[in-house]
Protein backbone atom coordinates (compact mmCIF):
# COMPACT_ATOMS: atom_id res chain seq x y z
CA UNK A 1 0.00 0.00 0.00
CA UNK A 2 2.77 2.42 0.76
CA UNK A 3 4.42 2.17 -2.77
CA UNK A 4 1.09 3.35 -4.53
CA UNK A 5 0.64 6.02 -1.95
CA UNK A 6 4.06 7.82 -2.85
CA UNK A 7 2.96 7.27 -6.07
CA UNK A 8 -0.10 9.33 -5.47
CA UNK A 9 1.65 11.89 -3.71
CA UNK A 10 3.77 12.12 -6.59
CA UNK A 11 1.08 12.78 -9.53
CA UNK A 12 -0.16 15.17 -7.66
CA UNK A 13 2.77 16.98 -7.10
CA UNK A 14 2.42 20.28 -9.34
CA UNK A 15 4.20 20.40 -12.54
CA UNK A 16 6.60 23.05 -13.83
CA UNK A 17 7.37 24.15 -17.42
CA UNK A 18 10.57 22.54 -18.33
CA UNK A 19 11.93 22.32 -21.41
CA UNK A 20 12.03 19.17 -23.87
CA UNK A 21 12.13 17.88 -27.27
CA UNK A 22 10.00 15.07 -29.50
CA UNK A 23 11.27 12.09 -29.74
CA UNK A 24 8.84 11.22 -32.87
CA UNK A 25 6.09 12.46 -34.95
CA UNK A 26 3.06 13.00 -32.61
CA UNK A 27 -0.24 15.15 -33.46
CA UNK A 28 -0.90 17.62 -30.81
CA UNK A 29 -4.70 17.08 -28.90
CA UNK A 30 -6.53 19.42 -27.22
CA UNK A 31 -6.88 17.10 -24.41
CA UNK A 32 -5.75 14.26 -22.65
CA UNK A 33 -6.95 11.72 -24.56
CA UNK A 34 -6.26 9.32 -27.48
CA UNK A 35 -10.23 10.79 -29.08
CA UNK A 36 -9.11 14.10 -28.51
CA UNK A 37 -9.36 16.68 -31.12
CA UNK A 38 -6.26 17.15 -33.26
CA UNK A 39 -4.90 20.93 -32.38
CA UNK A 40 -1.91 20.47 -34.75
CA UNK A 41 1.23 18.88 -35.40
CA UNK A 42 5.10 17.88 -33.99
CA UNK A 43 8.02 16.54 -35.84
CA UNK A 44 10.72 14.40 -34.32
CA UNK A 45 13.34 17.01 -32.77
CA UNK A 46 10.91 19.65 -32.18
CA UNK A 47 12.02 21.66 -29.01
CA UNK A 48 8.79 22.34 -26.63
CA UNK A 49 8.03 23.61 -23.40
CA UNK A 50 6.66 20.83 -21.09
CA UNK A 51 3.95 22.61 -19.06
CA UNK A 52 1.94 19.46 -17.15
CA UNK A 53 1.18 15.60 -17.11
CA UNK A 54 -1.82 13.97 -17.23
CA UNK A 55 -1.75 9.93 -16.74
CA UNK A 56 0.04 8.35 -20.07
CA UNK A 57 -0.23 12.54 -21.61
CA UNK A 58 2.17 15.07 -21.50
CA UNK A 59 1.16 18.59 -22.18
CA UNK A 60 3.50 20.66 -24.28
CA UNK A 61 3.83 24.10 -25.87
CA UNK A 62 5.55 24.06 -29.48
CA UNK A 63 5.62 25.34 -32.64
CA UNK A 64 2.14 24.13 -33.47
CA UNK A 65 0.40 25.30 -29.96
CA UNK A 66 -0.55 24.45 -27.02
CA UNK A 67 -2.03 20.54 -26.60
CA UNK A 68 -1.06 17.12 -25.42
CA UNK A 69 0.91 14.42 -26.67
CA UNK A 70 1.29 10.70 -24.99
CA UNK A 71 4.19 10.73 -22.19
CA UNK A 72 6.31 8.11 -24.41
CA UNK A 73 7.03 10.92 -27.08
CA UNK A 74 8.47 13.32 -25.45
CA UNK A 75 11.27 14.00 -23.18
CA UNK A 76 12.63 16.25 -20.98
CA UNK A 77 16.04 18.30 -21.87
CA UNK A 78 16.87 19.89 -18.41
CA UNK A 79 20.60 18.46 -17.83
CA UNK A 80 20.68 15.48 -15.45
CA UNK A 81 22.75 15.87 -12.44
CA UNK A 82 23.81 13.96 -9.17
CA UNK A 83 20.56 12.84 -7.48
CA UNK A 84 16.94 12.57 -8.22
CA UNK A 85 17.27 13.99 -11.68
CA UNK A 86 19.53 11.61 -12.48
CA UNK A 87 17.92 8.48 -11.72
CA UNK A 88 14.39 10.00 -12.80
CA UNK A 89 16.03 10.58 -15.91
CA UNK A 90 18.28 7.53 -16.07
CA UNK A 91 15.27 5.57 -17.78
CA UNK A 92 15.43 7.58 -20.67
CA UNK A 93 18.87 8.25 -21.88
CA UNK A 94 20.55 5.83 -24.35
CA UNK A 95 23.65 4.49 -22.45
CA UNK A 96 26.33 1.47 -23.28
CA UNK A 97 23.36 -0.90 -25.24
CA UNK A 98 24.62 -4.23 -23.53
CA UNK A 99 23.74 -2.84 -20.37
CA UNK A 100 20.38 -3.76 -19.64
CA UNK A 101 18.48 -1.16 -17.23
CA UNK A 102 15.19 -1.20 -15.47
CA UNK A 103 13.26 1.67 -14.68
CA UNK A 104 9.46 1.51 -13.86
CA UNK A 105 7.50 4.42 -12.27
CA UNK A 106 9.14 7.31 -12.59
CA UNK A 107 9.05 8.28 -15.89
CA UNK A 108 7.16 11.64 -16.99
CA UNK A 109 8.58 12.84 -13.48
CA UNK A 110 11.05 15.96 -13.20
CA UNK A 111 13.45 16.48 -10.48
CA UNK A 112 10.89 19.30 -9.10
CA UNK A 113 7.78 17.15 -8.88
CA UNK A 114 9.55 14.78 -6.76
CA UNK A 115 10.87 17.98 -4.43
CA UNK A 116 7.80 19.11 -4.05
CA UNK A 117 5.99 15.71 -3.47
CA UNK A 118 5.05 15.15 0.45
CA UNK A 119 2.16 12.67 1.95
CA UNK A 120 -0.80 12.91 2.50
CA UNK A 121 -2.77 11.13 5.05
CA UNK A 122 -6.18 12.84 2.92
CA UNK A 123 -5.42 11.21 0.04
CA UNK A 124 -4.86 8.03 1.30
CA UNK A 125 -8.05 7.91 3.17
CA UNK A 126 -9.63 8.86 -0.42
CA UNK A 127 -8.33 5.99 -1.74
CA UNK A 128 -10.98 3.63 0.29
CA UNK A 129 -13.69 5.22 -1.69
CA UNK A 130 -12.58 3.47 -5.16
CA UNK A 131 -13.12 -0.05 -2.87
CA UNK A 132 -15.61 -1.57 -4.72
CA UNK A 133 -17.28 -5.45 -3.76
CA UNK A 134 -16.91 -8.07 -6.76
CA UNK A 135 -20.73 -8.22 -7.52
CA UNK A 136 -20.31 -3.77 -8.16
CA UNK A 137 -17.26 -4.47 -10.03
CA UNK A 138 -19.05 -7.42 -12.19
CA UNK A 139 -22.06 -5.02 -12.56
CA UNK A 140 -19.49 -2.17 -14.07
CA UNK A 141 -17.63 -5.27 -16.22
CA UNK A 142 -21.12 -6.19 -17.64
CA UNK A 143 -22.44 -2.20 -18.27
CA UNK A 144 -19.12 -1.94 -20.03
CA UNK A 145 -19.70 -5.18 -22.28
CA UNK A 146 -16.98 -7.00 -21.22
CA UNK A 147 -17.47 -10.75 -20.61
CA UNK A 148 -15.88 -13.25 -18.53
CA UNK A 149 -13.17 -15.21 -19.57
CA UNK A 150 -11.27 -18.38 -17.98
CA UNK A 151 -7.48 -18.01 -18.55
CA UNK A 152 -5.32 -21.68 -18.44
CA UNK A 153 -2.55 -20.88 -16.10
CA UNK A 154 1.22 -20.14 -17.76
CA UNK A 155 3.15 -23.58 -17.96
CA UNK A 156 5.60 -23.89 -14.68
CA UNK A 157 9.19 -22.58 -15.40
CA UNK A 158 11.80 -25.06 -16.87
CA UNK A 159 14.97 -25.13 -14.73
CA UNK A 160 17.73 -23.17 -16.94
CA UNK A 161 19.87 -25.46 -18.53
CA UNK A 162 23.49 -25.15 -18.02
CA UNK A 163 25.95 -24.89 -20.94
CA UNK A 164 29.08 -27.28 -20.72
CA UNK A 165 32.40 -25.63 -22.03
CA UNK A 166 32.45 -26.32 -25.82
CA UNK A 167 36.07 -29.13 -26.32
CA UNK A 168 38.87 -27.39 -27.05
CA UNK A 169 39.47 -29.62 -30.19
CA UNK A 170 35.97 -29.83 -31.53
CA UNK A 171 33.96 -33.65 -29.72
CA UNK A 172 37.23 -33.95 -27.68
CA UNK A 173 37.95 -37.06 -29.31
CA UNK A 174 41.67 -38.20 -30.11
CA UNK A 175 43.49 -38.03 -33.55
Given at each position: ?29 GSA ?47 TGA ?15 SRV ?75
Open positions: MKPILLLACLLAAPALAAPGVMLKDEDLRSIDAAHVGHLARGAVVEIVGHQGGWTQVTGSAGHGWVRILSVRSTVSGLSGLVQAGSTRGDSVATAGLRGLDEEQLKAAHFDANELMNMDRYLVDRTAAEQYARAGGLRHRDLDYLPAPQPEKTRDKPAPFGDGGML
